[in-house]
């Protein structure tokens, strides 16, 4: 698959949108030098230098914000002023890809709790979440007004680029702070020359929000890497078919393959069209089928990897104001369901057409076409397909269920990004009832087949051996520290009561730097107490994020309205028999990740349950084993899983959820077996 490079034109415009700003410091408009910019050098020429009175001339960014200003791309918050200290929001990161593309069409309101339908940003938001270019966080929240973090933009820019290979390293010293998902774009960042001036001392700061000057560097140095190079805008899995009678069509259907890098395949009718067939208004073989509505002239041959694709360009002439009755018999030959279908035809005089054949494949997503006259250039389609809104092929890892997308799932990095900022593998393992080594080994086991979330607590009885595993394997070169997300929890009684005492007393049994997460075990009469000293923690660098353990709507509605901080996260008993419908979606519109404890059932349970013949019939078709099924039927409800286990073998099957997906009929089918059985007190 060819990788893709943003046009140039495409780059400037997301460098003018870039610089907006939703902060008091709003941008004003910036003047275009009318001509573009010269792809082959990256030199000030085109409009007079304005000098901003906040940015000085041996400033590091100085060079890039002059370029950026002479060449329109970004102008100051007024006219004396540039503001580089200013943040960019989520909302207008997305409104700058959506614009790149060519401002698709959006049918959808924004899924997203925080998102105006309707607002400028609306459409954007709602692109940019579709084709996972921005996901939003946990909980149903996109993040609209959220400042954008270093390493989310350089993220971005790289999704866009194409996601090219990074280096083997990045030349930075807190290359380890770097988000796991993140690591890659930022290695192709510092490779291409793309941090030059954004780092100091050598380090990135990668959570640290970025400023407009960094923007107008990042954006300078990117633009110097990627100018004059074009943008492929489909990807492998897109299929040119076309039909063409007396080679018309031909041409522009070739051009349309070879600017897709798509497969090409011509509908050949079984019994060939003559001259004679052609002719208009004699009667002909081609007269009586246009006339015919029910006409379907045979086609030889077939597309034998339909399922592959995508993407469809259907190509055609027009006969009598309407597609050939054999482009009816193509789309009925196949199963079009969820695919993009892009027609274009061609015609001397007839205008375009494609309302008599959309009714034929009624699940596919139609993109309204254009009609091209004969002898139509190359560079013509290209400007065509150019502004194209066209989906990336989708993969069985990407393709999620509205109830994983609100919940803000990430299933490529198989990850979700916490209210808190931070990011949290989807999949991990839970040490409840692991003890000395059978607990140290199974932590480690954990960690060598990938896991990267563990969760314990300190009712288990066990956060020394967790800690002393994740040491061990940060020693044995298995993971570093910031790869790691470790839950842990405080009890309620004696813990919550005197919660500094007892959380610095995880901290030390851990022993590991600081807690990813910490967790209130269950409602307590001391609960707020317990959570506002969580919160000093938090601010002292020690606890990075908050969550709760078996609280439900009532505890919430509550709870929250006496605390600071909104929780990330909150676990509670979640599995086929004890579904929690009403509550899942409720904590998630709050915008907190739900997590689900015994996701195979519990104690004295999981037999039945893995043992279930809904769950095991599922489970062989899709050759896999139940407690897979059971773990991603959680996944695509929205739901974080920590299966627990000892047993190697396990841990790791219960990491390979992404290489499956359960139809709507098969969540509709565990979803029937709710029992509102609770496995445990809590």
């Not at 520290?481 to 405080?490: A, M, N, Q, S, Y």
């Amino acid at each position: 698959m060819k990788k893709r490079f943003l046009s140039f034109s495409m780059a400037v415009c997301m460098v003018c949108l870039l610089t907006m700003t939703s902060c008091t410091a709003a941008e004003i408009p910036a003047v275009s030098s009318g001509n573009g910019l010269d792809s082959a050098k990256l030199t000030s020429e085109s409009q007079p230098t304005v000098t901003f009175s906040d940015v000085p001339a041996d400033a590091w960014y100085a060079e890039a914000i002059n370029y950026c200003q002479q060449h329109g791309i970004m102008s100051g918050t007024t006219a004396a002023a540039f503001a580089p200290e200013a943040t960019l929001t989520r909302a207008m990161l997305a409104t700058v890809l959506h614009r790149m593309s060519g401002t698709p069409a959006v049918s959808d309101a924004p899924v997203f709790t925080d998102a105006v339908a309707g607002s400028w940003y609306s459409d954007a938001v709602s692109w940019a979440a579709k084709n996972s270019i921005i996901s939003g966080y946990g909980g149903g929240a996109f993040g609209v007004d959220d400042p954008t973090t270093r390493e989310q933009a350089v993220t971005i820019l790289w999704r866009y680029a194409g996601e090219p290979e990074g280096a083997a390293a990045a030349d930075i010293s807190d290359a380890a702070s770097v988000s796991t998902w993140a690591q890659t774009a930022v290695r192709w960042a510092n490779a291409n020359g793309i941090l030059e001036g954004m780092t100091n001392n050598s380090r990135f700061d990668p959570k640290t929000n970025i400023k407009r000057g960094e923007v107008a560097s990042m954006l300078f140095r990117f633009l110097s890497k990627t100018t004059g190079q074009q943008q492929p805008t489909a990807g492998s899995k897109t299929l040119v078919a076309y039909f063409s009678a007396t080679n018309t069509t031909r041409p522009l259907a070739e051009y349309a393959a070879d600017i897709l890098n798509a497969d090409l395949y011509e509908i050949v009718p079984e019994v060939p069209y003559t001259d004679a067939d052609l002719a208009y208004y004699t009667s002909g073989r081609a007269d009586r089928e246009q006339n015919d509505s029910s006409a379907r002239p045979a086609i030889s041959g077939s597309v034998e990897n339909m399922a592959d694709y995508d993407v469809i360009f259907l190509g055609y002439p027009i006969w009598h104001g309407q597609p050939p009755r054999i482009i009816s018999t193509f789309l009925e030959s196949y199963d079009l369901t969820g695919k993009t279908i892009v027609p274009f035809c061609t015609s001397h005089s007839s205008g375009y057409s494609d309302s008599s054949i959309k009714s034929l494949a009624p699940g596919a997503n139609w993109i309204t076409g254009r009609r091209f006259a004969g002898g139509t250039s190359r560079s013509t389609v290209e400007e065509w397909i150019n502004g194209l809104a066209l989906p990336q092929p989708e993969t069985a890892v990407d393709a999620v269920t509205s109830a994983t997308s609100k919940a803000g799932f990430n299933f490529e990095t198989k990850s979700v990004t916490l209210n808190s900022g931070y990011e949290m593998p989807i999949n991990g393992l839970g040490t409840y009832s692991l003890h000395g080594e059978t607990c140290v080994n199974a932590v480690k086991s954990a960690l060598a087949s990938g896991v990267r979330l563990i969760d314990t607590a300190s009712a288990y009885g066990n956060e020394e051996e967790v800690g002393q595993a994740i040491r061990e394997a940060i020693d044995e070169g298995i993971i570093e520290r910031e790869d790691v997300f470790v839950i842990t929890k405080i009890y309620p009684g004696s813990e919550m009561a005197n919660p500094e005492q007892s959380i610095q007393a995880c901290l030390d049994r851990l022993d590991i730097g600081y807690v990813d997460m910490m967790v209130l075990h269950h409602p307590d009469r001391n609960d707020v107490k317990a959570y506002q000293a969580m919160e000093k923690f938090v601010e002292e660098g020690k606890i990075r994020s908050l969550g709760l353990s078996n609280w439900y709507v009532e505890e919430l509605e509550s709870f929250l309205p006496q605390v600071t901080v909104t929780p990330a996260l909150v676990q509670n008993e979640i599995h086929p028999y004890y579904q929690e419908n009403d509550v899942i979606p409720y904590i998630q519109d709050l915008g907190i990740v739900v997590q689900g404890w015994y996701p195979l059932g519990g104690r004295g349970h999981t037999a039945e349950l893995l043992g279930d013949e809904v769950i095991s019939g599922i489970a062989k078709a899709h050759g896999v084993s139940s407690a897979q099924v059971i773990l991603r039927w959680n996944l695509q409800k929205g739901v974080v899983v920590i299966p627990g286990s000892s047993n190697p073998d396990h841990i790791k099957e219960n990491t390979e959820l992404y290489g499956f997906e359960l139809t709507d009929t098969e969540m509709a089918q565990i979803n029937a077996l709710d029992r509102n059985e609770k496995h445990d007190w809590y």
